[in-house]
């Protein structure tokens, strides 16, 4: 007969509001193996914990349940506990009354509510008495690391886990690292340099010997599990023998054609063959093959005649390379919305209708005017700008229903740049609100508004359009109430921070979750954001939502954390709960291979005593399998089970009613 302990807790008045949670635990006593209960205000306290321990020992329990919260929350504390008591920690199982029960009854009599609190945790009862004790898996750790994304998050999780002692490979997919934030000129609200701040970190991840950069590089393939990842990344062709260049540039010098560059956003051209921006690391030039006349239609090769080191190589071709690595960050950052959207606007049809990035440029030293704020047009320093915020941010219809969270605080910035660079000059920022939630960024709007005289005109721009060579800027000042006409020279946008293009395909490699704007999933919003729900894979920065750099460099660095915490030992011990194939009634139609969201299923050969193949079976990898139990659904023949869930458990549960 087991010795089965049930706890059931008042969580506060979270449960107690609508579960008579000592009715649940008289009730429990009468079932047959039930030999202690008990109701707690809070079983996850201390005291809570220390009861559940006094319990299991002084009544000898095999098995415990604990009715509480989501086992999200608290499986793994009384879990813990178990085992501090001696009770093997899945022999503890979970009984969700509060979000499953008290949560989503509002009968203050508490009749429903402790109703069903009774039959929830009568089925765990029934399933826990079918249990079998199960031991963590344990499995070897690769102590490399991988992170995807060379912006300020991936810079720095890979020079904190390298820092760390541990090997990482920084794949980046343009030419150079540093992302979106080399692009800006100042950074809010402290204003400094952001190249000055950016540069050493891209210098220092170059140098740091536990740093391998692979640039112009894309992650093609993943496979394996945590500890275990064996990752494709396709380096495309550079043309250029990067062991050999010696970064002179001369080939960039003497080459005859340029194009439009995609750092200066169109605002600038660059030559074929390039390096993104003059500080660039590694400062190693590529050529842009579909515009090279060499590559295309062999003319030209000027850049190989010049080349000191001959490195030029116009035959070179992509490579597919294989690395072993225990854990992986995604720091791809994001991009913005598209201004073409927004014809209102201008965009697109006014040349001096620019996006917020692309006034970046126009304000960085190393940009096409060289810091100098003039017009796209015809290069007039503007005596008015007017920027428009929340251009296709909490806008549904046209745009993204969220909150691009750093526009509010680089349009300030926008603004006090400008004053700074045009004396005389005259801002509008049109806003809906101010969303300045940082340490000191309340104080820097109000320093944009105050000191640098930028005007604020809460309202929507409704139009937008050219009239003798200035831009006519309509909308509503809803807080004077009048409509309002102003004459501009300029008109930034700031668009909508929206995911990569081409976030969800790596997310599909990657096997993690991603929501409807393609942002990554984290783990747990506010107990895990850093982790996703594949093991050994981590996120930092703008790839799971709008970010400013504070905030992203933050999340390197927790990302890096977890990474080191992970390599800190030979082996990792991974939760049991996965699933088990039974080789003898498979029948090999490999369904769960197909319904697998995690890959987790192979095919295993049986073979005789002379090595002959005699069937083949399905097999699961412990070390992939997430327990999400597809597969055990899947399975026409009922040959697979999930250990702590199997068929036996499920339907003794069913037949308590
Ligand atoms: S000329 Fe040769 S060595 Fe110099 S930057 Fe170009 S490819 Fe490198
Ligand atoms: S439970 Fe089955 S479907 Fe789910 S991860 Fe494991 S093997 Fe794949």
Request: proline fraction near 4%.
């Amino acid at each position: 007969m087991p010795r089965i302990g049930v706890f059931v807790c008042q969580c506060g008045n979270n449960i107690a509001a609508t579960v008579d949670t000592k009715k649940v635990a008289e009730e429990m006593a009468k079932i047959p193996g039930v030999v202690y209960t008990c109701d707690y205000k809070f079983m996850c306290s201390s005291p809570g914990q220390e009861t559940l321990k006094q319990a299991i020992k002084e009544n000898d329990l095999d098995g415990i349940i604990v009715s509480a919260c989501s086992p999200h929350m608290h499986e793994k504390t009384f879990r813990k506990a178990s085992e501090a008591a001696g009770l093997n920690p899945y022999q503890c199982e979970i009984t969700n009354i509060r979000e499953q029960c008290s949560w989503v009854h509002h009968d203050k009599t508490k009749a429903t509510g402790t109703v069903k609190s009774i039959d929830l945790t009568r089925m765990t009862i029934q399933r826990l008495k079918k249990n079998q004790p199960l031991k963590k898996i344990k499995i070897p750790v690769k102590k490399k690391a991988l992170v995807i994304g060379g912006g300020i998050a991936g810079i720095q999780a890979a020079l904190d886990i390298a820092e760390g002692g541990r090997e990482v490979i920084l794949v980046e997919k343009e030419p150079s690292i540093g992302g979106n934030m080399a692009r800006l000129s100042e950074t809010f609200p402290t204003m400094d340099c952001s190249q000055c701040i950016l540069t050493p970190k891209m210098v220092e991840a170059e140098l740091n010997e536990n740093i391998t950069l692979y640039t112009y590089s894309e992650v093609e393939k993943v496979d394996g599990y945590i500890g275990n990842f064996t990752v494709t990344v396709r380096r495309k062709s550079k043309y250029v023998d990067e062991e050999r260049c010696t970064g002179c540039g001369e080939c960039i010098e003497k080459c005859p054609f340029k194009v439009e560059s995609a750092f200066e956003l169109g605002l600038n051209k660059r030559k074929v063959i390039y390096t993104p921006f003059p500080q660039s690391v590694p400062n190693i030039p590529v050529i842009d093959a579909p515009n090279c006349p060499k590559i295309q239609k062999d003319k030209c090769g000027a850049c190989a005649i010049v080349c000191g080191p001959k490195c030029i190589d116009f035959k070179m071709e992509d490579k597919l390379e294989t690395v072993e690595v225990g854990a992986i960050v995604v720091a791809t950052g994001y991009q913005l919305m598209p201004n073409e959207r927004f014809g209102e606007y201008g965009y697109g049809r006014i040349k001096d209708v620019i996006s917020g990035l692309q006034f970046e440029r126009l304000a960085s030293s190393s940009g096409p005017t060289g810091g100098e704020i003039r017009r796209p047009s015809d290069g007039k320093v503007p005596e008015s700008v007017v920027f428009i915020q929340c251009v296709g941010s909490r806008d549904e219809k046209k745009g993204v229903s969220y909150c691009s969270k750093i526009c509010c605080m680089y349009t300030a910035k926008h603004t006090k740049l400008y004053s700074h660079k045009v004396h005389g000059g005259q801002a509008y920022v049109f806003y809906m609100d101010i969303r300045s939630g940082g340490k000191r960024y309340e104080e820097f709007v109000r320093g944009a508004i105050e000191h640098d005289g930028a005007m604020y005109l809460r309202g929507r721009v409704s139009r937008v359009y050219e009239k003798n060579g200035k831009i006519i800027v309509q909308g509503a000042d809803t807080l004077s109430g009048s409509q309002v006409e102003i004459e501009a020279d300029m008109v930034v946008l700031a668009t909508a921070v929206v995911s990569r293009e081409g976030a969800d395909g790596l997310a599909q490699r990657l096997g993690i979750g991603y929501d409807k704007h393609k942002f990554y999933n984290e783990y747990h919003p506010k107990l895990k954001p850093v982790e996703t729900v594949t093991a050994g894979i981590y996120l930092a920065g703008s790839c799971m939502g709008p970010m400013d750099i504070p905030d992203s460099v933050a999340q390197g660095s927790a990302a890096a954390s977890k990474v080191l915490a992970l390599f800190s030992a030979d082996e990792m011990a991974r939760e049991p709960i996965t699933s088990v194939v039974n080789k003898v009634t498979c029948n090999a139609c490999w369904d769960c291979l197909t319904a697998c969201p995690y890959t987790a299923i192979e095919r295993d050969a049986i073979k005789d005593r002379k090595g002959n193949i005699v069937k083949w079976v399905a097999k699961v990898n412990d070390g992939v399998c997430q327990g999400c139990g597809v597969c055990v659904a899947a399975c026409r023949s009922k040959s697979i089970d999930l250990k702590g869930y199997t068929d036996e458990q499920v339907f003794a549960a069913i037949n308590t009613f």
